[in-house]
């Protein structure tokens, strides 16, 4: 199969929607306790983990570009690293949001989709540890698209290897190579 020089439009269409929901859900999540937006932290949730799956899906039965020639092997490893960990929190972190929501036992509307009850409520203790779980997935999933980010802008204005501008979109990289 023929391997591409830059992403697709649908792989960009789909890193910049999911990383632009991903931030907005992180903010919702950090100031719920002053806004109270749970409703909207489990929709914007739910649609995350749907358009996660779209993604996983197109990754798999598409054809993406190997990583650039120019970079070292050690870099090479850290960014598969770095990718397959994104990759893993994006799907594991909404399991872990509806997880909590459905061990509570009530019944519960998303995406328009009314769900009774499923189980009895877990004890206070044990959603209190799924509660950590999400909480400490969520920090790891900000800091590791910080430090991903910040990865890719390095490459591209120091080391002047095009790795941001071929996840752009082709009108926008020409002003940044
Ligand atoms: C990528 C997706 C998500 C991100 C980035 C995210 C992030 C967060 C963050 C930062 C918190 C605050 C943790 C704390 O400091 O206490 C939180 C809490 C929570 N999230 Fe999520 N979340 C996501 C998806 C979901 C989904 C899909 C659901 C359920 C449908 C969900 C349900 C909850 C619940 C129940 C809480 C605890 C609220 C409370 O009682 O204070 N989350 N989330
Ligand atoms: C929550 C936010 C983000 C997530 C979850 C995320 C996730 C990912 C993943 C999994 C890939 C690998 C794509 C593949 O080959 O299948 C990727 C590629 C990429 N991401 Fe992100 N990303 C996020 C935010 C960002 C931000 C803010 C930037 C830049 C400022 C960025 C720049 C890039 C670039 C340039 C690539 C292509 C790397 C290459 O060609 O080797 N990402 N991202």
Redesign the pocket.
Known sequence: MEIQQGYSRVAKSLHWLIALL?FS??FI??T??TTGW?WL??QV??V??VLVLCRIIWRITHTYPAMDASLSHINKLMAHAGHHSLYLLMFL??IS??T??FTKGVPLD?LGIHFEPLMEPLSYHKRHTI?EV??YM?NG?FYLALLHALAAIGHQFIHKTPILSRMLPKSWSKFIE
């Open positions: 991903i859900e992180y999540g950090i719920l306790s749970k932290h489990f949730g739910s995350i983990l972190l909404p949001g509806l909590l929501v998303l509660k999400h909480e969520a999933i």
